[in-house]
């Protein structure tokens, strides 16, 4: 059985750029939440997928989009980079929307 | 939306020293607990979670206690060892959010051997 894993580890965009980032869930899992960790911080949830629809979403503008294939793997979009949105992305799998998350080790983004 | 405070920010200890970090959440609705461990480099790792249907878990040297009155929640490390040194956050989420979760600000916990 293989763990959540995250493409690609580390991505450098300039302000402006649009960025996607990839997640494969873990095996027997439909249920995919991003975070996003500042430097030094916990990490912030963004939103969450649960069998492709968008389950609940946290305090993030709409240019954070995303999505989730019938695979259950998921995808995070964010348009118009800005130079806040420099981070560790994380993304965490569950064999459900109450069941515990497992964390993928993340996508470093360095927005310049 | 829910709240989640952690404290120390930063603990170190003696290698086999207890210790013990303390988090507050605001929602009372919240009933999941999840505690987290994050290597440098890496994501976190669950390491212990607690419903608000029981006031304590333990799992061998790691134990979480919950007094929901005061909305408290509590990690304990027994006989810590070097390895144990990394970030821990805590994290809470009520009911009607199910696993969508609020962290606190982590701690840097350094046990020294």
């Known amino acids: 059985e293989t763990g959540v894993t995250q493409s690609p580890t580390h991505l450098i965009k300039t302000r402006g750029q649009q960025v996607t980032l990839r997640c494969s869930s873990q095996?027997?899992?439909?249920?995919v939440s991003w975070y996003q960790q500042a430097l030094g911080q916990g990490p912030q949830f963004i939103f969450q997928?649960?069998?492709?629809?968008?389950?609940g979403r946290g305090n993030f503008p709409p240019r954070f989009s995303g999505l989730q294939f019938p695979n259950y793997s998921s995808e995070l979009n964010v348009n118009a980079l800005e130079l806040d949105d420099s981070a560790l992305y994380l993304c965490?799998?569950?064999?459900?929307?109450?069941?515990?998350?497992?964390f993928g080790p993340g996508t470093r983004l360095l927005v310049l | 939306g829910e709240n989640v405070e952690q404290h120390p920010s930063t603990l170190s200890v003696q290698e086999g020293d207890s210790a013990v970090i303390k988090c507050t959440y605001s929602?009372?609705?919240?009933?999941?607990f999840p505690w987290y461990k994050q290597e440098l480099g890496k994501g976190p790792q669950l390491i212990i979670d607690?419903?608000?249907?029981?006031g304590e878990k333990k799992d061998q040297r790691i134990a979480v206690t919950l007094n929901k009155t005061a909305k408290h929640f509590s990690l304990h490390i027994t006989e810590t060892q070097p390895e144990d040194s990394a970030v821990y956050f805590c994290?809470?989420?009520?009911?009607?959010?199910?696993?969508?979760?609020?962290f606190g600000g982590g701690t840097r916990l350094m046990v020294k051997p």
């Open positions: 965490a799998s569950s064999p459900g929307t109450k069941e515990t998350q497992y």
């Open positions: 095996s027997g899992h439909n249920t």
């Open positions: 997928y649960y069998r492709e629809e968008e389950n």
């Open positions: 929602d009372s609705a919240s009933n999941y």
């Open positions: 607690i419903r608000s249907n029981v």
């Open positions: 994290a809470a989420s009520p009911l009607r959010a199910g696993n969508m979760l609020t």
